[in-house]
């Protein structure tokens, strides 16, 4: 029973730090729920492992177990989880073996085979302190190196003194048994006290953790309702232009067919030419139709305009009625962050093209947008699933790739990216459900 007590401590915090770390580090593939699930079985496994084999046995089982959950919950090479697990088992190790010359010191005694109870209790909670210190640092340091956060790397700084303090709390411990003989109660009571106190600091750690990511969270929030009021704003600004042209249009073409009226009674052909002339200009003619919605018929010329610029080649197929159920503001805020990704990739290719398409699927509510533009590379970060940017400020990308995700969500839809090698283009698939 003992034992049982000592193991499932150890695999529990183990667990938590292993939670931690790959975290911080790197990118999921799976849900948190999924996650969780995974890691209790794995270690569950190893808990009940840990009761039967050898010690070196139980250190192998916990590289593997690593090595499996990185390998199938986040988004690595198999070369890079093994690394990673192997640095896990080797700092457990060494931290291991570190309180265990520490506490063969303080108390004599214990590097026998049967160790009392309370010191076995307090040998799990001190190793694991210094383990889940060194690991706490280890990541946030590797963490603030990719962002270059010095606040965060300020208050992270701030932070460790808590588990630096309570190792030193655990070496006054180990100090005070040594000097004076302490009845069983007193014993057992400084062992609890022990396990509360890593429970406190991994419980600490972890509410700062769930905070800043929050706050993260929020931020980036504002920042996408801001830019999406902004664009919202924009295109209603064009929308309202817009219907001002086509009213200045009418009223033109009005006046020309009086002028025209009157011409039959002077001058014909001068009058007459001058007539048609203007009436077949440019400046006369209704503003270009891609679709029949006029907000998005705005979003498309701008970015027809934005394309032959820059001699992009753009094709649009956009099926009558599809599109209607789509708010305006959502159409702004999917729509530009769709082409203003496709029209950044396409730049890098000579022959540079963008195809956007919108179809209703048959016998089923939903509508498919098409976006296939070129691009020179794969925009996806080592197949890692993180698309690249070549925006200055880099710690502001992903927002329109959240936005758009955001946008499908809304609409119950489904989104896929990915690139083609062979023919060098870029497709992003959205699939939303048509509302009633």
């Not at 022959?351 to 925009?379: D, L, Q």
Request: aromatic share 12%; hydrophobic share 45%; proline share 2%.
């Amino acid at each position: 029973m003992q034992n049982a007590v000592y193991y499932f401590l150890s695999f529990f915090v183990e667990a938590v730090i292993l939670y931690q770390y790959t975290s911080t580090l790197f990118i999921s593939k799976n849900r948190t729920r999924i996650r969780l699930v995974v890691l209790c079985g794995l270690y569950s496994f190893l808990f009940a492992v840990s009761m039967l084999s050898p010690v070196w046995l139980n250190a192998f089982m916990y590289l593997f177990a690593n090595f499996i959950f990185l390998l199938t919950q986040y988004v690595m090479k198999w070369h890079l989880a093994l690394f990673h697990s192997a640095i896990l088992t080797a700092v457990m190790g060494i931290c291991e073996l570190t309180v265990y010359v520490i506490m063969s010191y303080f108390t004599p005694g214990f590097h026998k085979e049967k160790a009392h109870f309370h010191h076995m209790l307090i040998f799990s909670v001190f190793s694991k302190m210094i383990f889940f210190t060194v690991i706490y640092i280890f990541t946030h340091f590797m963490k603030n190196r990719r962002e270059s956060n010095r606040r965060r790397s300020h208050s992270t700084l701030l932070l460790v003194f808590i588990p630096l303090t309570s190792v030193f709390i655990f070496l006054t411990f180990l100090s005070v048994n040594t000097t004076y003989v302490l009845s069983p109660a007193l014993t057992a009571a400084i062992s609890l006290d022990a396990v509360l106190l890593l429970i406190t600091n991994l419980l600490v750690v972890g509410i700062n953790q769930y905070n800043h990511k929050k706050n993260m969270e929020f931020t980036e929030m504002q920042l996408l309702l801001q830019n999406e009021a902004n664009r919202a704003k924009y295109y209603q600004m064009l929308f309202s232009q817009s219907e001002n042209q086509s009213i200045l249009i009418h009223d033109i073409k009005k006046h020309l067919q009086s002028i025209d009226q009157l011409n039959e009674k002077g001058e014909r052909d001068k009058i007459g030419t001058y007539i048609c002339q203007l009436m077949q200009s440019s400046d006369l003619k209704e503003s270009v139709r891609l679709c029949d919605h006029e907000m998005l018929n705005i979003i498309l010329c701008r970015y027809k305009r934005q394309c032959d610029s820059r001699r992009i080649s753009f094709h649009v197929d956009i099926r009558h009625e599809t599109i209607d159920f789509i708010a305006d503001s959502d159409l702004t805020s999917l729509f530009g962050n769709l082409l203003d990704n496709a029209t950044d990739a396409a730049l890098s290719v000579p022959e540079a093209f963008i195809e956007v398409s919108v179809v209703k699927r048959e016998k089923i509510p939903f509508i498919v947008i098409t976006v296939i533009n070129s691009s020179r590379k794969n925009p996806f970060e080592d197949s890692a699933g993180v698309l690249t940017t070549n925006k200055p400020e880099r710690n502001k990308h992903g927002f329109g790739l959240k936005s758009i995700q955001k946008t499908v969500d809304k609409y119950h839809g489904d989104m896929q990216m990915y690139y083609n090698g062979d023919t060098m283009t870029f497709h992003t698939i959205i699939t939303l459900k048509i509302q009633e």
